[in-house]
């Protein structure tokens, strides 16, 4: 016989480490996103076999705005901590 259940737990979640994979998933891990001749991008550092280069790819301005609400925020949580 099979028994199916919903286990309910308290878990501490810590809120940079949400944020940051927020950023994670608009820009990929370790992108950034800039603002260049009124046109907004999306950046990676591409891995080509032993050596790297910089990949931009345009996004729109939302996806900016985005991104640099949520660095914001991770700043001051980061500043506010003891």
Known sequence: MQVHGTIRTEVQIEPKDVIEKLIDNEVGWRGWVVKRDGKYYRG?????????????HEISKDIYDYVQSLKHVLKTLKEREI
């Open 44 to 56: 990676q550092e591409m891995s080509a076999g032993s050596h790297s280069y910089d990949s931009e």
